[in-house]
């Protein structure tokens, strides 16, 4: 028998495809994998199960799920690349935290995006999506008592304007924004009654004017929305209160608080 060495040309090639099947089989494997660990990592953070400034083990997450480590290496650095993760010269990969200026330019490119995104939404909607806008605005009204309902509603209700606007690059970083935002602030500024229903009015006003096919006026709106969303978020931030609503896991400490003469805390 010949050696493998004078194998004909043919051989060599279907050697040489299996070789590179293999090895792609294995990569799409590793890369799916790597989509099962940035998922199931981005979730825990969005639900706040691991909190800012909370360790994020490479060794844990493939422990977790139970996989190898090099996919999730590679979900891990997604995560680090939309500012969900942060590196600490100790502690490897941390919960990313903010501060008031870095919170400060979040919001600024939030205005810029959900701004273009109203505005494409009142040249580009269908009837269909208006109407599922409206729907929204009228079913908002009746959970307007409700914090953790509205709170899911809201983050619905913006979600339908990004697909309304039908720009599929602006929707990617709607998202990436909107994940980023939810991860930092895991006590939603809904918590706060007069806010609820400053967003109930806002919200009626961005469909009017998407309705209207009015993109100007759309755009506007919706930066004054997202302005005074960072006004209450920062106030929020430096209440007293906010440390014993998240150990109490719920709103009602700081409701109260509003309601008894807090009230100012609720506007910017």
């Not at 060794?59 to 139970?66: D, S, T």
């Not at 273009?116 to 605005?137: C, D, G, P, Y």
């Not at 150990?247 to 100012?264: A, C, F, V, Y």
Request: charged share 30%; proline share 3%; hydrophobic share 40%.
């Amino acid at each position: 028998m010949a050696p493998l060495r004078y194998a004909a040309p043919w051989c060599i090639e279907y050697l040489g495809t299996e070789i590179f099947l293999m090895k792609k089989t294995i990569a799409d494997s590793q890369g799916l994998l790597g989509d099962i660990a940035y998922d199931a990592v981005r979730d825990a953070i969005l639900a706040n199960d691991i909190k800012p400034g909370d360790r994020v083990s490479e060794y844990k997450v493939a422990e977790w799920l139970g996989i190898s480590r090099t996919p999730v290496r590679e979900g891990l650095r997604r995560l680090e690349n939309e500012g969900l993760l942060t590196p600490h010269p100790r502690r490897g990969l941390v919960v990313a935290s903010i501060d008031d200026a870095a919170m400060q330019q979040l919001y600024a490119v939030r205005e810029l995006l959900e701004g273009a995104a109203a505005a494409s939404a009142a040249e580009h909607a269908t009837e269909a999506e208006i109407a599922t806008l409206r729907h929204l605005v009228q079913a908002e009204k009746e959970i307007v008592d409700e914090p953790g309902r509205m709170n899911e509603h809201n983050r619905v209700f913006h979600e339908a304007i990004y697909r309304a606007a039908h720009n599929k690059f602006l929707l990617k970083f709607l998202l990436i924004t909107s994940d980023t935002l939810s991860a930092y602030r895991n006590v939603s500024t809904l918590v706060i009654e007069d806010r609820r229903k400053q967003v109930l009015d806002e919200h009626a006003e961005i469909c009017e004017a998407i309705s209207r096919r009015d993109a100007e006026s759309a755009r506007a709106v919706m930066g004054r929305h997202v302005r005074n969303a960072l006004k209450v978020r920062v106030q929020l931030q430096h209440s007293e209160l906010l440390n014993e609503i998240r150990q109490r896991g719920g709103p009602g400490l700081l409701s109260k608080h509003i309601k008894r003469g807090g009230g100012e805390e609720s506007q910017g």
